[in-house]
Every structure is written in C-alpha cells, then in structure tokens.
C-alpha cells in the first residue's frame, strides 16, 4: 500500500517542470509552473497557459501568460512573473504597495535587506503604461483581441532577499465564478473595494476564497525558496489556505465539489502516515499536500 501511495506523491511532484529553463517563447504552452533557474519558479493554476511574450529589461527576465476560457472565449488568467539573478545592488527597497493599506488583503513584512509582501486587490484591464513591458503587454493583448473583463481581481506578492528579487501577479476573470458585472468601474467605486464589499455578498465571498487559492501559489514559491515555516518573510501563507475551489475552466472544480470531505481527509491521513514513517521528505509532503487542496 505504501508503495502504490509512493507513486502517487512521486507523480504528483513530477505534474511540475522543474527541470525546464527560461526557454520559453510566445506561442508556448505551459503548464504546473514557470521556471525561472533552479530554485526559482512560480506555481501556475490548473490547466495550459500559452506564453503571450517575454522581456529581458536590465536586470529583470519578465513573462506573461494567459489562459482563455474556451466557452466565452474571455481571458479567465492573465498572469504575470518576473525574477532577477543577482544584481549590482546590495539589496532592494520594498515596492509601493507594501504601504497600501486600502485594499481588501495585504500582508507584509519588512526586515533587514529584504522583504516580503502579499495582497489581494481588483484593477481595471485597461493598460494605462506608455512604454516598458506594460505597454508591450497592452499591443499585445490589442493584436491578438484579446477579451478581458472590465475589472479583474489580483494577487500580487514579491519577494525580496539582499541582490534577488521575485514577483507575482495572478490577474483573475470573476465574472467566470458567476460574479456579477460591475456597476462601477472606478477603483474606488467598485463592488470590491474594501470600503463597500459588505454590500456586496458574492463579491465578498469570491475575494474570501480568492484568498485561499493564492495563498497556495504564495506557499509554493516558500517551498522552493526553502523558507523556513517559522520565517516571517513566509507572511504565515499555509495558514490562510482552505478547501475552496474557483471555476478554473477544466473541470477541476467540479471534480472536487464531488469528492468528499471524508475521501480528502483519507488521502491526506495517508499522506501523513508516509511522512511519519520516513517513506517521504517534509518538502515532498507539502508539496502533495498543497497539489491535493488546491
């Protein structure tokens, strides 16, 4: 029994390209995650991605990608990556948002050369940049016609230690969850600002679960940067993780709506009982486990 389990974990871990490179190029499909070198990469949501563009801008190596929801033909994930190898600089100061505080979520911590910081807000999908990779993203999206919604709901988190930096924005399509289009389409006027969500019932309960789904993707990248549970740079991401699920689009979420409570809890007991007995590592067992809940 312990075997055949085994096999599961192992096949589970291998659904990741890790040993893939920065070899993307637009047109690309990919899918589990983005790798950047080694030990950087970046956890991507069920089903396939194409590769929109990439950029090498100084010392940052940028990728977009997107994930078109085939019924409506809309974009369900927009999202983007980016990293650095090591720079000429000694460490890097914390970005903008690390300071909002107007948000519906964010989390942050700030030490010495280095910083981490998590949050949830909603954006409008025009592109508003004259130059830089986000006007390249904007032409892009233009050429290939691409359909967006009006507002999207995004995580975004970056990660900073001494010459390195990490960062992650997953752009999301609500109204794919049966979200209601907006009214309003100004930031602060929105269904999803913070100040008037309560009104809003099922707005509120998406950006909830919204929470849980990307705390995973946060989790992953603490895994593959080896960070310690006990670090705070981690901003405690495990713990926000829930057994909800979002419509990504191929059948996962129904899949899981029909597995049950107790057939979940089997497997991760079983899981479990691997760890203890010493058939698997620590990492491989969250790393299952994470594959599991999300």
Request: hydrophobic letters at 35%; a positive charge.
């Amino acid at each position: 029994m312990k075997k055949y389990l085994s096999l599961i974990i192992i096949s589970l871990l291998l659904c990741t390209n890790v040993n893939a490179k920065w070899k993307y190029n637009p047109g690309d499909i990919v899918e589990g995650d983005v790798v950047y070198g080694k030990k950087d990469f970046f956890k991507l949501p069920p089903g396939k991605f194409v590769v929109g563009l990439k950029a090498k801008e100084r010392e940052f190596k940028d990728i977009m990608l997107y994930q078109i929801d085939e019924k409506s033909g809309y974009v369900r994930w927009a999202i983007h990556f980016f990293a650095t190898g090591n720079t000429q600089w000694e460490w890097w100061n914390p970005p903008k948002f690390c300071k909002r505080t107007n948000v519906y979520f964010i989390q942050k911590k700030i030490g010495n050369k280095r910083y981490a910081c998590w949050m949830v807000n909603h954006s409008r999908s025009d592109i508003a940049a004259n130059e830089g990779f986000w006007a390249k993203v904007r032409e892009y999206e233009i050429a290939n016609k691409l359909k967006t919604p009006d507002i999207f709901v995004y995580s975004q988190y970056e990660y900073s230690k001494g010459p390195k930096v990490w960062g992650a924005e997953y752009y999301y399509n609500p109204e794919l969850d049966g979200v209601p289009k907006p009214k309003s389409l100004e930031w602060d006027t929105n269904e999803f600002h913070k100040q008037r969500v309560m009104n809003h019932p099922k707005h509120e309960e998406f950006l909830k679960k919204y929470i849980s789904i990307t705390a995973g993707f946060v989790d992953a990248f603490n895994t593959t940067r080896k960070m310690k549970s006990s670090s705070a740079l981690t901003l405690n991401a495990s713990e926000y993780i829930t057994n909800v699920s979002i419509n990504t689009g191929d059948g996962a979420s129904s899949k899981k709506e029909k597995t049950s409570t107790s057939s979940l809890t089997q497997e991760l007991k079983s899981l479990k009982e691997l760890l203890d007995s010493g058939a698997i590592t620590k990492e491989e067992f969250k790393k299952a486990k994470d594959k599991l809940l999300n």
